[in-house]
């Protein structure tokens, strides 16, 4: 896909509407995941004739708008129509902590953005799985494509090859090591706590997210076929990772304090392959786009912002009417909350 065409453009800033940092934050980087764009513009928007008459297209179409007004020349938008959707919509969904005025976390936003999205242009489409399971990875296969199949078959969007991946939560016995269950289930956005690790890294956090984890007394599996509880192991394997990955890092503990531990993120090549189970895996090289940052304490209070890598290969930072351009060293930090990883092509 070519970027020309967003070089040294989408540097435009947004309004701040009363608390409305955390959704001007997630929005300019969602304006510059040009998968997306790309979809929204093909054939003058024809995606608009997959909508339905539901709330969520709304959110979708009110975007599409903001979208354009980012990016049709560098300058301050406010964001009022979007925001009063926003506000609509999760009235009718009953998603209260986004109909007022309230600060509100990146990550339940984003969950429910790309929600609307994918709801909005959901449709009934074929699925058929053939071929016979002749390995381990075609049983984890036979797995994923099941659930694909069960779960989108009347309910599929193109938000899926866009940001949704699928793990799998794996049980085997501690005796011999034997699958004894798997469920998948899609994902759009991976959670992983701080590693306890001095100076720890990326990685460490997802080796942390995917150790196994032990089943014993009240926690046991429950064996249906023998009908007994069995201590065993659970473990998370990712059959596919998404196009645009996007990495929640739990920097709020339980009391609200705030971790404040930087971690080491790799920008530029980064291979997730080790963590993949699915057919190649080797093609899960990311490229870091966009940093959600969070300032001040925890809880609800604070402050978002976003660094964003433009088309141009430079960083600006993007504070909500306040774009600049930022240095390389200064993309990651220990404010750093919320990452956007785009997989190579």
Known sequence: MSCISY??????????????????????IISHTYELNKFLSEDNGKYKNL????????????????REMLWSSNCTVA???????????????????????????????????????????????DMHISGDSKNETDALAVSAYKM?????????SDMLSI????????????????????????FSIISLS??????????????????S???????????????????????IIFWSLPNIMIIDLKRSKVDHKKIHTLIDIPLDNVDFSKY???????????????????????????????????????????NDTMVNEIPLDKVISSMSYCLFYRKQK
């Not at 694909?148 to 599929?156: F, G, I, L, S, T």
Request: charge should be neutral.
């Open 163 to 186: 940001f949704y991946g699928i793990h799998i939560s794996q049980i085997t016995t501690m005796e011999t090591n034997e699958v004894m269950s798997m469920a998948s289930e899609p």
């Open 7 to 28: 070089e040294n453009k989408g540097l435009s800033g947004m309004a701040n509407l009363g608390n409305s940092c955390y959704l001007n934050s997630c929005m300019q």
């Open 79 to 125: 964001p009022h129509g979007f925001v009063k959707t926003i506000r609509q919509v999760a009235r009718i969904k009953k998603l209260d902590i986004f109909t007022g005025y309230q600060q509100n976390d990146i990550q339940e936003f984003l969950l429910f953005i790309i929600d609307c999205f994918h709801t909005a242009l959901s449709r009934e489409v």
């Open 213 to 235: 984890e032990l089943l014993e007394g009240e926690n046991a599996w429950f064996n249906g076929k023998t009908g007994q509880k069995e201590t065993a192991k659970r473990n």
């Open 148 to 156: 694909m199949q069960n779960m989108y078959k009347k309910d599929y």
């Open 276 to 318: 993949v189970k699915g057919y190649n895996a080797h093609t899960y090289i990311y490229d870091l786009y966009g940093v959600c940052n969070h300032s001040g304490g925890g809880g609800a209070g604070g402050h978002y912002f976003a660094y964003i890598k433009n088309a141009n290969g430079k960083w600006y930072s993007f």
């Open 51 to 66: 909508l339905k008459k539901i709330p969520e297209s709304i959110v979708l179409l009110e975007w599409d708008k903001l």
């Open 194 to 211: 701080i590693s306890p690790k001095n100076n720890p890294t990326l990685f460490d956090c997802f080796d942390l997210y995917c150790n």
